[in-house]
């Protein structure tokens, strides 16, 4: 996946949700709809496959979804 512009995003407290950041981007509606997002849509963090909607994202974070490429704040 070809990648090239950099989104910031700003972590209110010492960390988000995966769940809570696809809700917050508009990715998706609510976070129920994470757990069936996740089953069908590539997410990388750092690199490495993420399917779980609760795993937590601090600061100098790096997410891929979307066609889109996050770096948290």
């Given at each position: 996946m070809k990648v090239d512009i950099i989104?910031?995003?700003?972590?209110?407290?010492?960390?988000?949700t995966l769940s809570q950041?696809?809700?917050e981007e508009s990715i998706i509606s609510s976070g129920g709809q994470a757990k069936w997002y996740l089953q069908e849509n590539p997410v990388i963090l750092n690199g490495i496959k993420?399917?779980?909607?609760?795993?937590?994202?601090?600061?100098?974070?790096q997410i891929e979804v979307a066609?889109?490429?996050y770096e948290f704040r």
């Open positions: 989104k910031e995003f700003k972590v209110k407290g010492e960390y988000v950041f696809l809700k993420e399917n779980r909607r609760g795993k937590k994202i601090r600061p100098g974070d066609q889109e490429r």
